[in-house]
């Protein structure tokens, strides 16, 4: 598995990383999580993302402890692990302890990298979609980063970053920031390629890592348009290739990290397939041609409210 050394992180990350969002209530059960999981680490996998708002941090710990006891690794410290900050904890206060949690939950003594999930603070837990106006507030990125730079200097963390944030949103942080995100996690994908943010993110020495490299066809949000792509098909078939690969070959070429899920064990050690060839100039400016359209939207999943529009337009 190739690497990416990170700023201000004490561990390079690995290049493609083991997805585990699921819609909810959770289309896969704790235990068929775990063994999925536990399949990934066999199949090569180092770099596994998950979230507190995810239904999968007890699911990934029990899978890195099993998968020690056997033997696949052998050690914690081969693994690279993603959590994140859910919104309800977007509070100077309490980073700290939603970190402590999030490292229970995964019995850790810690993560490899620690995100903001989204630049928003929710004051309750959300019950049901869309979510009430009411409890939407603007993220305090000044003392949420303090919180997350007390995690990395509590050693809870080797590395801090952010997921959803815009070239805005980075511009406000870097201007209070102490230690500069690593990472900013957003959708990426050959119908999404976020060509201004990437500019913006390697022109700060940020690293971007994309979600829903595939695309995303869930219950919540998403679709089939990457994987279902002709030009994207075409492509893969002259190479002797899956549509899904030459969708990831582009985002690696990109110079970006990607999080892809599958848990078909076939199809999860393809995404891992995608190192020992490239695409040609020609292939890469079809790609570069493409309609470009969002799948995930946060006023399209949480409610049609000013600051959700505000986070999109942005985006």
Request: aromatic share 8%; with cysteine; charged share 25%.
């Amino acid at each position: 598995m190739q690497e990416v050394s990170l700023n201000n992180c004490d561990k390079a990350m690995p290049v493609i990383g083991m997805g585990t969002a699921s819609s909810s209530p959770p289309a896969e059960s704790a235990e068929t999580v775990k063994s999925t999981l536990l399949e990934a680490i066999k199949a090569g996998y180092r770099h596994f993302d998950t979230a507190f708002i995810y239904p999968s941090e007890k699911s990934l710990g029990e899978a890195i402890v099993e998968a020690l006891h056997l033997g696949i690794i052998k050690s914690r410290d081969e693994l690279f692990i993603t959590t994140k900050l859910w919104s309800t904890f977007a509070e100077r206060d309490q980073v700290v302890p939603a970190c402590k949690l999030s490292l229970r939950n995964l019995q850790l003594e810690y993560v490899d990298m620690y995100l903001i999930h989204m630049p928003l603070r929710i004051s309750e837990t959300i019950q049901k979609l869309p979510v009430p106006k009411e409890i939407i507030y603007p993220l305090d990125i000044k003392g949420v980063w303090e919180g997350m730079e007390e995690c990395k200097s509590l050693g809870l963390t080797k590395g801090i970053g952010v997921s959803n944030f815009s070239c805005k949103k980075l511009e406000e942080l870097l201007s209070i920031a102490k230690i500069p995100p690593a990472i900013n996690q957003v959708e990426m994908n050959p119908m999404w390629q976020q060509k201004q943010l990437r500019e913006f993110c390697k022109a700060k020495g940020i690293q971007i890592t994309a979600y829903s490299p595939l695309g995303s066809n869930n219950t919540l949000w998403g679709d089939n348009r990457v994987v279902e792509c002709d030009v994207l098909t075409e492509i893969a078939k002259s190479k002797g290739k899956t549509t899904a690969q030459v969708a990831l070959r582009w985002v690696y070429e990109q110079g970006v990290n990607l999080v892809t899920k599958s848990f078909n064990k076939e199809r999860m050690k393809e995404n891992l397939q995608i190192f020992d060839w490239s695409l040609c100039e020609e292939e890469s400016k079809k790609i570069s041609e493409l309609p470009q359209r969002r799948g995930f939207s946060m006023a399209s999943l949480y409610g049609p409210h000013d600051i959700f529009l505000q986070l999109d337009a942005e985006m």
